[in-house]
Antibody, heavy 120, light 110 residues
Framework: EVELIESGGGLVKPGGSLRLSCAVS????????MSWVRQAPGKGLEWIGR??????????DCGTPVKGRFTISRDDSRNTLYLQMNSLKTEDTAVYYC???????????WGQGTLVTVSS | QSALTQPASVSGSPGQSITISCTGT?????????VSWYQQRPGKAPKLMIY???DRPSGVSDRFSGSKSGNTASLTISGLQAEDEADYYC??????????FGTGTKVTVL
């Protein structure tokens, strides 16, 4: 059974940092491009960024709202995806999902999401 | 990168067909066949319904179909059922090597 389990969410002050994790099981993690998507309360989906596989160079692409503040990384030995979030703003408050939906391999899996609240 | 444009809401009666449009630009939908559609029920994670414009993942009903013409993609739900009531989002790859979601459409089954 495929599982993607996000963790690390919580309450953080503006300007603070947080690292989210996405632990994967049930498929060969190293073969999947992984992405982060977020959804602010009552709002639509927003693509944050993705990381390619190591065999593809492991390069990352991020959307404009988070570029320079958020960093995506992966540890294939731990089957885990990370999202390092720095200089957090109140508008970063959202549920953060990891997903393989933008990967050719193992396409379409989503985690249950983890809530990040940025507030003073 | 601006969000793709979708109608805020679409409704239909059980058994009918509805179509949700998703309008982008020549820098996203118009240039790539990497359009996907997601269904999201309240409080749940999104579910991939269509990828690469018109391909369905295994397990997704064939009542769902996708197409594209120019800068506009469409999702058609035929034989509308009560369980189809949800929010639907389109997504496209862009010339900036990123992806962009649509504004979302609430589907109501009357």
């Amino acid at each position: 059974e495929v599982e993607l389990i996000e963790s690390g969410g919580g309450l953080v002050k503006p300007g603070g940092s947080l690292r989210l994790s996405c632990a994967v099981s049930g498929f060969t993690f190293s073969e999947a491009r992984m992405s982060w998507v977020r959804q602010a309360p009552g709002k639509g989906l927003e693509w944050i960024g993705r990381i390619k596989t190591k065999s593809e160079g492991g390069t990352t692409d991020c959307g404009t709202p988070v570029k320079g503040r958020f960093t995506i990384s992966r540890d294939d030995s731990r089957n885990t995806l990370y999202l390092q979030m720095n200089s957090l703003k109140t508008e970063d408050t959202a549920v953060y999902y990891c997903t393989t939906s933008f990967s050719v391999a193992y396409r379409g899996y989503w985690g249950q999401g983890t809530l990040v609240t940025v507030s003073s | 990168q601006s969000a793709l444009t979708q109608p805020a809401s679409v409704s239909g009666s059980p058994g009918q067909s509805i179509t949700i449009s998703c309008t982008g630009t020549s820098s996203d939908i118009g240039s790539y066949n990497y359009v996907s559609w997601y269904q999201q029920r309240p409080g749940k994670a999104p579910k991939l319904m269509i990828y690469n414009v018109s391909d369905r993942p295994s397990g997704v009903s064939d009542r769902f179909s996708g197409s594209k013409s120019g800068n506009t993609a469409s999702l058609t739900i035929s034989g509308l059922q009560a369980e189809d009531e949800a929010d639907y989002y389109c997504n496209s790859y862009t010339s900036s090597s990123t992806y962009v979601f649509g504004t979302g459409t609430k589907v109501t089954v009357l």
